[in-house]
């Protein structure tokens, strides 16, 4: 049981709300890349981002592992977006520590969605059993470059109006 939930239901509900964070986040960055402001979009990316990071840490591990290292990064750059976003409210420095802490906030889900498809997929888990193999990092490989393209498409376009 996690949280009063059987592991099953926990990890259902963690993988809906990764989801959500995922594709709110997809809306956002590509809304940013047209100069485009979506405060809705952006609360629930940034809310159901804060929400899968700090859930992970409730699946039941005997060590501290990768797992867990990426959720404290995380934690950290979505602490820094939410006050650069809230606080500093995107004036001066604060909108490119936004846009680049929101976009690492988005590739940390989307790196661990690409981890979990090559572990839970039979046919991604075929080409690539360890984790370590050419497929796999090909695929970290080209999500990463998508990833610092669009933000930093994002970083020279977003200049939102108060």
Not at 4 to 24: E, M, P, W
Not at 76 to 103: H, N, Q, S
Not at 122 to 127: E, G, V
Request: net charge positive; charged share 10%.
């Amino acid at each position: 049981m996690i949280l009063g939930l059987s592991v099953g239901a926990y990890t259902t509900l963690h993988v809906i709300i990764s989801i959500v964070a995922i594709l709110s986040g997809l809306v956002v960055l590509l809304a940013m890349d047209g100069n485009r402001r979506l405060p809705a979009v952006t609360a629930l990316f940034l809310f159901t981002t804060v929400l899968t990071s700090v859930g992970g840490f409730f699946f039941h591990s005997k060590m501290v592992g990768p797992p867990h290292i990426v959720g404290v990064i995380s934690l950290v750059d979505l602490a820094i977006a939410l006050a650069a976003l809230y606080l500093g409210k995107l004036a001066g420095v604060w909108r490119p520590v936004y846009v680049i802490t929101a976009t690492i906030a988005l590739y940390l889900n989307v790196f661990v969605l690409v981890v979990q498809a090559f572990a839970k997929v039979p046919t991604l888990n075929a080409l690539a059993p360890k984790g370590t193999e050419p497929p796999f990092v090909a695929a970290q490989g080209a999500t990463l470059v998508v990833f610092v393209i669009l933000g930093y498409l994002a970083v020279r376009k977003y200049r939102p109006t108060a």
